[in-house]
């Protein structure tokens, strides 16, 4: 019978040839991935000690201190130097801070790797799944097991495919493909299931794109979303210095999907998630003209290279509006100096862009750039949530980085495609 | 196996209640009893005044998603939540209340049960008893081995029982 490539890497796992939706098994772990704010500082470090147990393996932990970075508060600063004490005694090598949102460092750093199964503390872990690598989020007491067996329960779930084919519009992003399937599926529409992301459109994205569907695919309430790992991927790594894989798994022409969904490429206009809800997403014509308080570009979502390019071509000998401060945060440490070396953080500081360090910050409302009462932010992160970006009474709407752009511009929500 | 039985009122919330509502980022740096004097808050800003001990939270569809953030069940389960009734859960949320030792019953009943209901669920058959209402509904039952979980007060005290028994990195029945 045929497996889709979720289930060929969960039997790979699992040291079987097959496996079917619904069973539980027990899984090797090659990649645990902690950060700062639900990391070691949560249970793990404590009962780590406590149950007077060593990690299974710690050339395969990965810590990112990324949250709480540069810290706001002393109780922050507090938190990121235990997370780098703690790795330091637990030999760790690989350690990380302050350079950038942890999703985005597991795949600079070559960690996200086509066939193999990655856990991490924070939800948006699916984004591996750009690499053909299942990766998915756990909690902090879930990771304690894993960090001492190496192994994780996971019960084989079904997979969703969403076919996009065809040619994206100009103006049109990858956030506008994930907006729309997220819309479309509903918040809780792939709850205990996988994604998988196929057709030509997104075949032809770069990796920058790609990392934008399956990050967000944890939004319609999914396990992993995935990728089949191609010369894209290959290159990618390549670069990393990571060119030794194993050859990609791929689904069989005759696996079995929980459901399929078609859509074509080319008629897809520009999208934004309006509060508070991720699945309440309209076309941005549909609220074009709302004013906007904050304009932010930036996180593991909408902070890379072709995010930040996009926005500075749009932003290129304009000004962004006086009512609407812009900030942005390249997801990366080597994301902010290839936009510098371009000048690309030139072209945007220009335009009156406050240029932040690469942090998750003010995407979950905790520093750099958390909004007021009654404000309005546009954002090219993942989460609206009520409260999510500051205030209980603030409002938060998700585009695309040229949305955003462009709506900076104008002060309002506005359409991409006339500065095209 | 020894009952299992938790006991107390409902109290309602709707659809979609997220990690961001339960226990936003900004309290993730307090200590748990702090992080608990803050639940639900971004649902019901008088969630902690109304709560009695052992009172059940009974909710809609996909409570819990977004965030990995164990400090979610976790603000529950300190405030004094007895269990969560819903009509399903977010995956990770699920996943993390039974770690923590947090009682979660998925039931498509939930929308039957009113504010204030006195109710009694038992946890090894998934009957949920509404004593107020007089009736009686289903849940899907939890496995055994999830049960033994939560009463050894989650994954760690669970472990520490595996480990004293020194079974853990061989067995294969552990879930
Ligand atoms: S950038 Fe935002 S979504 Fe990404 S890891 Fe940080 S807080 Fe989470």
Redesign the pocket.
């Known amino acids: 019978m045929g497996m889709t490539l979720a289930e060929k890497i969960i039997a790979q796992k699992t040291g079987r040839s097959q496996v079917e939706p619904g069973e539980i098994v027990i899984a090797k772990v090659d990649c645990a991935m902690m950060?700062d704010i639900l990391g070691p500082r949560v249970q793990i470090a404590d009962e780590l000690k406590r149950l007077n147990k060593s990690i299974w393996n710690p050339s395969k932990v990965v810590v990112i201190s990324?949250?709480y970075f540069p810290a706001a508060t002393v109780k922050q600063a507090e938190i990121v130097a235990f997370t780098r004490k703690w790795t330091q005694e637990y030999n760790i090598e690989n350690y990380f801070e302050g350079i950038g949102?942890?999703?985005q460092i597991l795949a600079e750093k070559g960690f996200c790797l086509p066939n193999s199964l990655l856990v991490g503390t924070?939800?948006?872990t699916c984004t591996a799944g750009a690499f053909g690598c299942f990766g998915t989020g756990i909690g902090s007491t879930e990771m304690l097991g894993v960090l001492i067996t190496g192994e994780i329960w996971l019960r084989v779930p079904e997979t969703i495919k969403i076919n996009w084919e065809g040619n994206l519009s100009n103006g049109v992003m990858a956030k506008d493909v994930i907006l729309k399937t997220i819309g479309d599926l509903g918040h809780a529409g792939a709850t205990y299931k996988v994604i998988e992301f196929c057709g030509s459109a997104v075949r032809s994205m770069p990796i920058d794109e790609r990392m934008c569907l399956t990050?967000m695919a944890v939004e319609a309430g999914a396990k992993t979303g995935l990728i089949e790992a191609d010369k894209t991927v290959y290159e990618y790594l390549q670069a990393t210095g990571r060119a030794n894989f194993d050859e990609p798994l791929r689904s069989d022409p005759d696996a079995i999907y929980c459901r399929e969904i078609n859509y074509n490429a080319s008629e897809l206009v520009p999208q934004i998630a309006c509060p508070h809800e991720v699945d309440n997403v309209k076309s941005v014509e549909e609220v074009s003209g709302l004013s906007l308080d904050q304009a932010y570009l930036?996180?593991?979502?909408g902070?890379r290279l072709n995010d930040l390019a996009v926005a500075a071509n749009i932003l290129k000998n304009r000004k962004v509006a006086f009512n609407c401060r812009l900030l942005v945060s390249p997801?990366s440490h080597d994301i902010w100096l290839k936009a510098a070396q371009t000048g690309i953080l030139q072209t945007l500081a220009e335009a009156g862009a406050v240029i932040l360090a690469p942090?998750?910050?003010a995407?979950?409302g905790v520093h750099s750039g958390v909004i007021a009462s009654g404000e309005r932010c546009i954002s090219s992160?993942?989460?609206n949530f009520t409260g999510r970006m500051g205030s209980r009474e603030a409002e938060v709407y998700l585009a695309s980085p040229a949305t955003v752009a462009a709506s900076a511009l104008e002060g309002r929500i506005a359409d991409p495609r006339q500065y095209m | 196996m020894a009952d299992f039985i938790i006991r107390g009122r409902a109290l309602k919330f709707g659809d979609n209640i997220n990690t961001d509502l339960i226990s936003p980022?900004r309290y993730m740096e307090l200590s748990y009893k702090e992080i608990a004097a803050h639940a639900m808050e971004g649902a019901d800003l008088d969630f902690v005044k109304k709560l009695r001990p052992g009172d059940i939270i009974v909710a809609g569809r996909n409570f819990g998603s977004g965030?990995s953030r164990e400090t979610a069940p976790i603000a529950l389960k300190y405030a004094g939540v007895g269990a969560v009734i819903a009509d399903f859960f977010a995956r990770i949320f699920y996943r993390n209340a039974i770690n923590i030792g947090l009682p979660v019953f998925e039931s498509s009943a939930a929308s039957l049960i009113n504010e204030g209901d006195e109710l009694e669920v038992d946890a090894l058959t998934g009957v949920i008893r509404n004593i107020t209402q007089k009736s009686e509904y289903r849940a899907l039952a939890l496995p055994q081995h999830i049960i033994e979980l939560i009463k050894a007060g989650g994954l760690i005290g669970y472990l520490e029982s595996k480990f004293r028994r020194d079974q853990y990195a061989s067995s294969n029945d552990t879930f």
Do not use: Q
């Open positions: 950060d990324d949250h949102p942890c999703h924070d939800s948006h990050n930036g996180s593991c979502t902070g997801a942090t998750c910050g995407c979950l992160t993942n989460r | 980022a965030s």
